[in-house]
Each structure stands twice: as structure tokens, then as C-alpha cells.
């Protein structure tokens, strides 16, 4: 979405910005048109409070899920079906 | 140099890369095959293992390929993609937020509510329920943080083509966040 130029930008053009700014350095002119929206635009001040949210809630899940050892074991029937495949391969 | 015995790979390492793969894709019986394949990716490479890391770290690079083409192909899937409008179509409020589509006041006033495993669980279900071009797109660059040039070769997509699907996604994700959480 290009914003180049603008001195308003729309909602739709605001909140790609704010997805954009979760993985990636917005250019300075991005970053003034965005501060300007939010500065008159409610919703768009929600969007980007609750986008920032979800980032860090999925920063804390990620380092859950890092940390996370052996939580389910495969059962004895997986197993003997990985070890079967495993055998039959070998012998062909 | 130890010699390795795939025999026993099934009882050494299957359960913890069970884990590292049921995490990532959330589905016991596709995160079965990812294991199977790995294991027998792994005999038609034992050649090439150089004893510089351990078998079980070798063994996660494998599996973490396998993941990746999991989602690869995942994103070619066909499927209806619907696009919620949400906002304007005209005049005025042109691609401004339509009213019942705009996001509603949340609840944030605590760093608890980031620890809560209910609300970690629902973020998690909302993230599978992606259309699966997005989920992909999303998993491989936020969950699993592949560079963009990276999940872009991979999906053999565009950065803009990237860039406007993590953005749907988010879109998404803040509309499934809000009715399965705050707005109960």
C-alpha cells in the first residue's frame, strides 16, 4: 500500500501501517502519517493498542512453546508404527 | 567416531520431536508424518551427518524443513477466501472503519492477562483457523520468524503480496481475538 506524498491517510491505509510497523521499520514520512491518523482517529488508536497487544502475547506464547520439553508422549502403537515403516525400509 | 543406530531413534528422539511438532502445526496426525519423514530423511542422509552437533539436533534441522514444506504446501491449497469488508466502500468514510466492523474497547489494564493460558489458547486456535495462505505466511514469519526474503522465496510470493497477508491476517486475528475473548 502506498502512502508516498500523502498528507492524510485513510483507516484502511493507518492499520497497514500499524501491521507493518509489528515486523518491519516504517520510513519516517509512514511514521508521521501514522502519528498524525492517530492522533484523530479512535479507532485506528484502538487497532494499534490491540495489534501491539497480540504481538506481545505471541512473543510470551513463543517462549512457551521454546521452553516447552516433552509435554505428550507418542503411545506405544505410534511408535510401533514409525519403528514398522523404519524396518521396511531398511529391508528394501 | 560412535556409530549411530537408527533403530533406536524412534525410542531416543521420537517423543521430543513429536512435540516440536505438534506445537508447530497443531495436528497430532500431521505432526506424526512430519516425524516419520524426518526419520527416514534422516537414514537416506546418515551419510552426510558430521558429528558436529548431536543426532537429535541434526535430526530437529530436518524436522524443521519438513515444517516448513508442511506450510509451503499448505498455502497452495485452493480455498474461498472471504474478506471482510470493514471499511467504507464510498464517499466520505471511503476505507475509513465502518462502524460495526470497528474494533471495540478492550480490557488491557493488566500484564497478567498475558500470562493467562485461556487467552494463549484461543490466540492459538485463531491463528489455525486462518485461511491457510495467511496462516502460513503468518506462522513462517511471526511464529517461526523466518526472514521476509525468505518466507517470500518459500511461498514464492512478493514482499507486497506478504506484507498485505500478515496484514489480513491481523485483521483477523484482532476480530477472533475480540468475539472469543473480550466480548464474551
Known amino acids: 500500500m502506498e502512502t508516498q506524498g500523502k498528507m492524510m491517510i485513510t483507516c484502511k491505509e493507518a492499520t497497514f501501517l500499524i501491521s507493518k510497523e509489528q515486523q518491519d521499520k516504517l520510513r519516517f514520512s509512514e511514521r508521521l502519517q501514522l502519528r498524525l491518523h492517530l492522533l484523530m482517529c479512535k479507532y485506528c488508536r484502538r487497532f494499534s493498542e490491540q495489534v501491539k497487544f497480540m504481538t506481545r502475547a505471541i512473543g510470551r506464547m513463543k517462549k512457551r512453546i521454546e521452553q516447552q520439553g516433552v509435554e505428550v508422549k507418542l503411545t506405544a502403537e505410534q511408535k510401533q508404527r514409525m519403528k514398522q515403516r523404519l524396518t521396511d525400509l531398511k529391508n528394501n | ?184
Not at chain 2, 17 to 31: F, S
Not at chain 2, 148 to 154: I, L, M, S, T
Open chain 2, 1 to 184: 567416531m560412535p556409530e549411530i543406530n537408527p533403530d533406536n531413534w524412534v525410542e531416543d528422539h521420537g517423543d521430543y520431536l513429536y512435540n516440536y511438532a505438534l506445537v508447530r502445526v497443531g495436528r497430532p496426525e500431521v505432526a506424526e508424518d512430519l516425524v516419520q519423514e524426518t526419520f527416514l530423511a534422516g537414514i537416506k542422509a546418515l551419510a552426510s551427518f558430521e558429528h558436529k552437533s548431536s543426532v537429535q539436533t541434526w535430526l530437529v534441522a530436518i524436522l524443521k524443513r519438513k515444517i516448513i514444506d508442511y506450510y509451503r504446501k499448505k498455502s497452495t491449497v485452493r480455498e474461498e477466501v472471504h474478506v471482510e469488508e470493514r471499511f467504507g466502500p464510498y464517499g466520505n468514510m471511503q476505507d475509513h472503519w465502518v462502524e460495526k466492523h470497528a474494533p471495540a474497547q478492550w480490557q488491557l489494564n493488566s500484564d497478567e492477562l498475558l500470562e493467562n493460558d485461556e487467552l494463549k489458547k484461543i490466540l492459538q486456535a485463531c491463528i489455525r483457523h486462518l485461511p491457510g495462505k495467511w496462516a502460513s505466511c503468518f506462522i513462517l514469519r511471526v511464529m517461526e520468524e523466518l526472514k521476509g526474503d525468505v518466507v517470500c522465496k518459500e511461498l514464492n510470493i512478493s514482499p507486497s503480496n506478504m506484507w498485505v497477508m500478515l496484514h489480513r491476517a491481523r485483521l483477523q486475528l484482532r476480530d477472533c481475538l475480540e468475539k472469543g475473548w473480550f466480548n464474551q
